[in-house]
């Protein structure tokens, strides 16, 4: 398995030269949760999933606990993906990631995503002191089964619930210490999408994200907590087909 492929994941075919959503999973998560998101939007639109190392078939590798360093990374993975037109889409903190990947493939490759979605999380400029890395196993699985996005199959299970914990410390460390540096504001169009009852991100602080790029900016908020988007995909990935592919034409990569 070569580099890029241990990183990038790809469920499904899509339509010669279609547009690609590059997708990053949440704390904890994992590439395939975004399969059925694969499956919703083919063959128009490609879906690519990271696989961050330290969990499923990446677990006997070390963990990257370090958003910007995870993003620079990816990009090196990503080599060969962006020669068409791409979006990114992250929830949690892989939309910290997916931020900080866009500063890397527009300002320093040049290539500028069609869109960025941003959801269920506070904008890079907002910060909290959240210490929940910091805290015995015993309060971490109490955070997760709190947020509801982990499968209760699993947090049922003690043997697999404390095979993923060091992969879900690792990235609530990554999450609540990344700290924004300030630079060029992305030209892409940015959503933040967010759910009405998430404990982790303020529609305020939803809405910072129009202060991070100089192109359009719009908000989106959903009934429910952190992972309002299991309920509410088809809404989302609706949005998304609209977006990338509803004017009948692609969106243009920077040269």
Partial sequence: MDGSS????????ATPGAVRLICLPHAGGSA????????????????????YPGRQDRRGEPCVDD?????????QALAGWTDRPFALFGHSMGAS???ELARILEHEQGRTPAWLWASGRRAPSRNRNERVHTLDDDHLIADLRRLSGTDDSILGDEEILRMILPAVRCDYRAAETYRWQPGPPLSCPVTALVGDDDQKVTEDEARAWGGHTCGPFDHRMFPGGHFYLVQHQPEIL????????????RPVVSS
């Fill in 6 to 13: 241990l990183w990038i994941r790809r469920y499904d075919t």
């Fill in 32 to 51: 395939s949760f975004f399969l059925p998101v694969s499956r919703a939007l083919r063959p128009a639109i490609e879906v690519l999933a990271v696989q």
């Fill in 67 to 75: 958003i910007p360093l995870l993003a620079r990374r990816i990009a």
């Fill in 97 to 99: 990631v997916a931020f």
């Fill in 238 to 249: 609706g949005l998304i087909r609209q977006r990338l592919t509803g004017t009948g034409r």
